[in-house]
């Protein structure tokens, strides 16, 4: 099972208009909106990816709907994946728990301004 969130855009003036479509197509869920900015948030749902997309575009193809995309994504197998993936991982080295180890010996690579 997949959920996903979509951002819809319209004209504040279609808003009402794009809502009742939300609310009574059975494609997607209605959760907020605003009518001063002409947006809308809902969700799909669907068994796969394929399934989310054929609701997005019916949702972009719906009237008075200026965009509609895609902002975040649940993906039921794909979190399995990752746990399992994390459950395999080696365990932290350790040297990470030897009292011995000094702070200023661990190297970090995350700091950006030594490699520009």
């Not at 193809?61 to 399992?84: F, G, H, K, N, S």
Request: with cysteine.
């Amino acid at each position: 099972m997949n959920i996903s969130s979509i951002v819809v855009q319209c004209k504040s003036e279609h808003y009402d208009q794009v809502k009742e479509w939300c609310e009574t197509s059975e494609i997607c869920e209605f959760h907020f909106g605003d009518q001063s900015k002409g947006k809308i948030i809902v969700t799909i749902e669907g068994e796969d990816v394929s399934e989310e997309i054929e609701k997005l575009v019916k949702i972009q193809q719906a009237p008075y709907v200026i965009a509609a995309d895609m902002m975040m994504t649940y993906q039921e197998d794909m979190l399995d994946e990752e746990i399992r993936a994390m459950e395999e991982a080696p365990p932290a080295p350790d040297w990470l728990n030897d009292p011995n180890t000094k702070a200023e010996d661990i190297v970090y690579h995350g700091d950006l301004k030594k490699k520009l």
